[in-house]
């Protein structure tokens, strides 16, 4: 196999556990603050708050780290990958999975129903952070290679 295809996919896979491991650990911090603060209240849900962190954790990544990585890629010029320009161009929509679990607590009345939607909300934002990270990373990646 070429340089480009195996270094890109091995560090890929590194970056994708870093997500995942990311994501794990804002769902326990979820789970033990529902059982330290929030044991008895119904209707509050880890997931939902688990939801919640990795929400916000997209949109600062899109406000805050994005940015930083289109200064970083104005040499490149127009040779980036077009997951990388969707990435810098639609930053701000990062946000939008907050919001959807914002204005779905009322709506979804059904305790089994909400954990079903946070659950789905949960796993869409993984997979969103794991594809944001590849796109930030997918021209450093190559560019690595090329150089070694």
Not at 67 to 83: C, H, T, V, W
Not at 111 to 138: D, E, G, I, M, S
Request: proline share 4%; charged share 10%.
């Amino acid at each position: 196999m070429d340089c480009a295809y195996m270094e890109g996919f091995i560090r890929a896979i590194a970056g994708f556990t870093f997500c995942l491991i990311v994501a794990a650990a804002l769902a326990v911090t979820a789970w033990v603050v529902k059982l330290l603060l929030f044991r008895r209240k119904e209707g509050f849900s880890a997931l939902a708050l688990a939801s919640a962190l990795l929400g916000i954790a997209l949109g600062l990544i899109g406000t805050l780290v994005v940015p930083a990585f289109e200064n970083a890629f104005a040499p490149f010029g127009d040779n980036l990958p077009a997951l990388t320009k969707l990435a810098l161009n639609f930053r701000y929509l990062l946000w939008a999975p907050l919001l959807l679990i914002a204005l779905s607590w009322w709506p979804l009345r059904a305790h089994k129903a909400r954990a079903r939607y946070y659950l789905a909300c949960f796993l869409a934002q993984t997979l969103l952070l794991c594809l944001v990270f590849w796109a930030l990373y997918a021209p450093i990646f190559n560019v690595s290679c090329i150089n070694d």
